[in-house]
């Protein structure tokens, strides 16, 4: 498939550019999944949609306050490092920036603490080493590292955001951008739905850099995936394996589900889901809306259709919803 057909116009001004002040206030867009007409309601409704026995699967990744600016030791230059995903010891994966290409053996100074690059990779990546492990290095990060908001958020990363863009089922910490569509979830919401008879079931997928970087392949099939871990707890698999339709709150959650097939344990995926791609995992998606030829509104039209999901989008855009991170919801099922 060619990549424009999965473009759209969209208003810059329907970018969200911050969290509404209650999360289940946001809009939502119900898009049957083979064919109906659309509807418009809320998120709050959402257990009104859903049907007793369905069980929603929510992401409980954590984002991490992965971006770091320092110094090159030595010369002075600014950096920045963003940290991707942890290897062995103390070394991580990242992705960096700086005036002039990073060199192995460079340091770079952070908040008073010297992180090695140990190794450079194509495409960007590098590997560093950083001076602390454990809870150490969490202390670090909280407080020298930025939370890395989306590069269409355009203000710098303030208190309120370290609490917004979180979900409030993150607690495995390792993402780099948050699972999105769990950002709608209230306690109050999650109490409905559970009185609806909704179950809900966490895995963790640890979202890396590939939610970001745009697809430059004129050819959707020549798009390579990054690789992202996931894990999927023995009693989510029992829930997903009883319920009667499994609803992904998310593309983190619907990949892992289609990837894991439910199954339990520690797995990573690179997988891309493209239309003509058959589900055997996922009954209904709930998510965010998604840039324009992105993967993630690949996966979406895959799930729902390449038309219908085209249709739906002309209408949200027609009808001012909010796009993004930090806007509106749609429900597929």
């Known amino acids: ?17 911050g969290p509404l002040p209650e999360r289940d206030a946001s809009r ?9 007409s659309i509807d418009h309601r809320l998120v709050r409704e959402l257990p009104g949609l859903l049907a007793p026995g369905d069980v929603m699967v929510v992401n409980d990744a954590r984002v991490i306050p992965a971006r770091l600016h320092g110094r090159k030791e030595g010369t002075g230059g600014k950096v920045e490092l963003l940290l991707v995903e942890p290897l062995l010891g103390a070394d991580w994966l990242a992705l960096g920036q700086a005036s002039k290409p990073l060199r192995v053996g460079a340091r770079v100074e952070v908040l008073g603490s010297r992180i090695e690059i140990v190794q450079v990779r194509e495409g960007g990546e590098l590997v560093v080493r950083l001076p602390l492990e454990g809870d150490a290095l969490w202390r670090f990060l909280d407080e020298a590292g930025e939370l890395p908001l989306p590069p269409y958020i355009r203000h710098a990363p303030g208190p309120a955001d370290r609490e917004r863009y979180q979900t409030i089922f993150a607690r495995e910490r390792g993402a780099i951008a948050a699972p999105t569509a769990g950002l709608h979830f209230t306690p ?6 559970r009185g609806r008879g909704v179950g809900l079931a966490p895995i963790t997928l640890h979202v890396g850099p590939g939610t970001f970087l745009p697809v430059r392949a004129q050819r959707v099939e020549d798009h390579r995936m990054h690789r992202e871990r996931y894990f999927v707890p023995e009693e989510s698999a029992r829930a997903i394996a009883r319920a009667g339709r499994v609803i992904a709150v998310g593309t983190t959650a619907l990949r892992t589900l289609e990837a894991s097939q439910g199954r339990p344990g520690p797995g990573t995926t690179d997988l891309f889901i493209t239309p003509g791609y058959q589900f055997r995992a996922v009954h209904g998606l709930f998510t965010n809306f998604h840039l324009p030829r992105s993967t993630l509104l690949m996966l979406v039209a ?8 085209k249709a739906a989008y002309g209408e949200a855009v027609a009808r001012r919803y909010r796009f993004f991170s930090y806007g509106d919801a749609m429900l597929i099922a």
């Not at 969209?10 to 969200?16: K, N, Q, R, S, Y």
């Not at 109050?188 to 739905?193: C, M, Q, R």
């Not at 895959?302 to 999901?309: K, S, Y």
Request: charged content about 25%; proline content about 5%; cysteine-free.
């Open 1 to 17: 498939m060619d990549l424009a057909e999965f473009d759209y116009q969209l208003p810059e001004d329907l970018i969200a550019q």
């Open 28 to 36: 939502l867009l119900v898009l049957p999944r083979r064919s109906g």
């Open 188 to 193: 109050a919401l999650i109490e409905a739905l």
């Open 302 to 309: 895959a799930f729902a259709g390449l038309d219908r999901t």
